[in-house]
């Protein structure tokens, strides 16, 4: 029976990232070799005994043969973990350099974003800024407008007009319209009476005429009375009629003054001018003010502008965007993190 007591060690490598064992057969195999063939020389007996140095001749060579065997063995070993050592170094730079064109991707992707907001947000305030300014161009417009409409009525520069009118125009204007007011107070009083007057001469005139049918005398005393009383209604209805004309007349010269034009402009006219200009002076005040809202609007959109261009100004420098996704080094990292991502 063959009695072998081999022993098996092993031999750590390391190739790249990864440990390789080798087994190495100690020189125990090299010992079993030679027991075995100690043994079978006893056993057969009848068989030619070679001599020690054939015996020890052939041990070396088996010792030789199976080491030799061994390293062969040891270095197709190696080869192999070489081999796959290296596969997996190439299949982690290919992981490493997708997970680096991932990483610059979502980078340029967040410097781009942050980028396209500021440049955004600085947009919209320059848009609000040139609405601001078109604001302020319309209000300046119209507190010109009303600032004419104030300075100018109907041709009459108002501050001239309101000299004169403080110095004596508003006397005059009083003046003449009291006188107009008088005649016309007049002028109503008399047209009251006038149809009871008429009234009384023809109830007067028609006694007579009736007396006179009668066949009184006009001497009598009677029908002096009759005729007194005519005389009487004839005089009141006269006096009454004067008054009518005289009145008329007043009030037509009261007019006539209040309508006449002096220094090109009439008291009526002036007068007229005059109860407009305090409205007209609010609204021009009301539009003047509103010009200056509208510059302070315009200016704070302005200060609000230049601070959202400064943001992004500020965000294409940290972002290395100097001119945003246009910019020439945007363009090269797109296509850089494109091509190592494919």
Same mark, same amino acid.
């Given at each position: 029976?063959?009695?072998?007591?081999?022993?098996?060690?092993?031999?750590?490598?390391?190739?790249?990232?990864?440990?390789?064992?080798?087994?190495?057969?100690?020189?125990?195999?090299?010992?079993?070799?030679?027991?075995?063939?100690?043994?079978?020389?006893?056993?057969?007996? @009848?068989?030619?005994?070679?001599?020690?140095?054939?015996?020890?001749?052939?041990?070396?060579?088996?010792?030789?043969?199976?080491?030799?065997?061994?390293?062969?063995?040891?270095?197709?070993?190696?080869?192999?973990?070489?081999?796959?050592?290296?596969?997996?170094?190439?299949?982690?730079?290919?992981?490493?350099?997708?997970?680096?064109?991932?990483?610059?991707?979502?980078?340029?992707?967040?410097? /781009?974003?942050?980028?396209?907001?500021?440049? /955004?947000?600085?947009?919209?305030?320059?848009? *609000?800024?040139?609405?601001?300014?078109?604001?302020?161009?319309?209000?300046?417009?119209?507190?010109?407008?009303?600032?004419?409409?104030?300075?100018?009525?109907?041709?009459?520069?108002?501050? *001239?007009?309101?000299?004169?009118?403080?110095?004596?125009?508003?006397?005059?204007?009083?003046?003449?319209?009291?006188?107009?007011?008088?005649?016309?107070?007049?002028? @109503?009083?008399?047209?009251?009476?006038? *149809?009871?007057?008429?009234?009384?001469?023809?109830?007067?005139?028609?006694?007579?005429?009736?007396?006179?049918?009668?066949?009184?005398?006009?001497?009598?005393?009677?029908?002096?009375?009759?005729?007194?009383?005519?005389?009487?209604?004839?005089?009141?209805?006269?006096?009454?009629?004067?008054?009518?004309?005289?009145?008329?007349?007043?009030?037509?010269?009261?007019?006539?003054?209040?309508?006449?034009?002096?220094?090109?402009?009439?008291?009526?006219?002036?007068?007229?001018?005059? @109860?407009?200009?305090?409205?007209?002076?609010?609204?021009?005040?009301?539009?003047?003010?509103?010009?200056?809202?509208?510059?302070?609007?315009?200016?704070?959109?302005? *200060?609000?502008?230049?601070?959202?261009?400064?943001?992004?100004?500020?965000?294409?420098?940290?972002?290395?965007?100097?001119?945003?996704?246009?910019?020439?080094?945007?363009?090269?990292? /797109? @296509?850089?993190?494109? /091509?190592?991502?494919?």
């Amino acid at each position: 029976m063959e009695n072998r007591n081999n022993a098996l060690h092993y031999k750590m490598y390391k190739s790249g990232k990864s440990i390789v064992y080798a087994g190495l057969a100690t020189t125990a195999a090299l010992a079993g070799l030679v027991l075995a063939n100690t043994n079978a020389t006893a056993v057969h007996a @009848d068989a030619a005994t070679p001599t020690s140095a054939a015996v020890t001749s052939q041990a070396a060579t088996t010792a030789a043969n199976s080491s030799a065997a061994t390293s062969a063995e040891i270095a197709s070993q190696e080869a192999v973990v070489n081999s796959a050592s290296a596969n997996v170094a190439q299949q982690q730079n290919v992981v490493n350099a997708a997970s680096d064109a991932l990483q610059s991707a979502t980078n340029l992707n967040s410097n /781009s974003a942050a980028v396209a907001s500021a440049a /955004s947000a600085y947009s919209a305030a320059n848009s *609000d800024y040139y609405a601001a300014r078109h604001a302020q161009a319309v209000a300046h417009k119209a507190a010109n407008a009303a600032s004419d409409s104030a300075a100018v009525v109907s041709g009459v520069n108002t501050a *001239d007009l309101t000299a004169w009118w403080n110095q004596s125009g508003q006397s005059d204007y009083n003046r003449v319209m009291n006188a107009k007011s008088n005649a016309q107070a007049n002028l @109503d009083e008399a047209q009251a009476q006038s *149809d009871s007057v008429v009234n009384a001469w023809n109830q007067a005139s028609d006694a007579v005429a009736a007396a006179e049918k009668a066949g009184l005398k006009s001497d009598s005393d009677e029908m002096k009375a009759l005729n007194a009383q005519k005389s009487l209604a004839y005089n009141n209805m006269v006096a009454v009629q004067n008054a009518i004309k005289t009145a008329r007349k007043d009030v037509k010269a009261a007019d006539k003054m209040l309508n006449d034009t002096k220094d090109g402009i009439s008291l009526n006219d002036a007068k007229a001018i005059m @109860d407009q200009l305090p409205a007209l002076k609010k609204a021009a005040q009301e539009a003047e003010q509103a010009y200056k809202d509208a510059v302070q609007a315009t200016k704070d959109a302005g *200060d609000i502008a230049n601070a959202k261009y400064n943001a992004w100004t500020a965000a294409r420098k940290a972002n290395n965007l100097p001119y945003g996704t246009d910019d020439p080094v945007y363009q090269s990292l /797109s @296509d850089a993190a494109s /091509s190592a991502a494919a």
